[in-house]
């Protein structure tokens, strides 16, 4: 049954300790601080090959001149369908695969083979400008929704380390249910309480603010023609529902 992680905002504090979860787990490399610089507790500024995960910093005014603080820790959403797959798999082979049994989407080695034309255009498809590539080695990374862990029976590293119930992770649908059943809760003190594109991924966010308010990519745009990223996703589709039956044959 595929997997997914249930993300609610409203408990996030910004400890911060799902990002350095993930980095410990993944042995990814320190980057430099920064936030003296640009004036942000958020550290490093943007997602790159060394942070999979990155709990974003948003202030703002409401109308009464009072500070609200939103945080969102930002990944891979781990989509249904993967549009980022589907721009791949009609340049080169396996290089994003997405492993039947968790839904998980995960970037291989033979990312390094595609051109910096080719690694712009998976970026475009993103709808939530997650995928970054190593300037060294060419390879293109973001979250595996620690697939490895889930093989051996353990919860994502993110998820374990989490202490206030922010992250959550098992069965897509047990995931929708909690989601929704948290909404409904949350809905009485926030009326503008959502839950970020639930039907198309498998990280689900319950926001309790405008989207706007945490990241200009929370949501993935909706245009009332069908643009390039929406093209290319229902493209790729057909045929990987045809490989699919192939391979249950």
């Not at 703002?60 to 945080?71: G, M, R, S, T, Y």
């Not at 119930?165 to 897509?172: L, V």
Request: charged share 25%; aromatic share 8%.
């Amino acid at each position: 049954m595929p997997k997914a992680f249930f993300i609610d905002t409203s408990r996030c504090t910004a400890c911060r300790g799902c990002q350095l979860a993930c980095k410990e787990w993944n042995g990814l490399e320190p980057n430099k601080t920064t936030q003296y610089q640009w004036g942000s507790h958020q550290n490093p500024q943007d997602l790159n090959p060394n942070n999979y995960k990155l709990v974003r910093f948003n202030e703002h005014l409401d109308k009464n001149n009072q500070v609200h603080w939103n945080f969102f820790p930002d990944q891979c959403r781990h989509c249904v369908y993967p549009p980022c797959k589907a721009v791949a798999d009609s340049i080169v082979d396996n290089a994003i695969i997405q492993d039947k049994e968790t839904g998980a989407v995960i970037f291989t080695p033979t990312t390094a083979k595609l051109s910096a034309d080719d690694y712009q255009s998976i970026r475009e498809a993103c709808p939530y400008d997650i995928p970054r590539r190593d300037a060294v080695t060419g390879i293109m990374s973001k979250c595996t929704m620690c697939n490895s862990r889930l093989k051996n029976g353990m919860l994502p590293a993110c998820v374990k380390a989490c202490p206030t119930g922010t992250m959550n992770f098992g069965e897509r649908e047990d995931m929708l249910q909690l989601a929704d059943k948290r909404l409904k809760s949350l809905k009485k003190k926030y009326p503008k309480a959502m839950l970020a594109d639930p039907k198309e991924v498998s990280v689900i966010y319950l926001l309790i603010d405008d989207p706007k308010f945490y990241h200009t990519k929370v949501v993935a745009e909706v245009n009332t023609e069908m643009n390039r990223k929406e093209f290319l996703a229902g493209l790729g589709r057909p045929f990987r529902q045809i490989l699919e039956g192939l391979d249950q044959a």
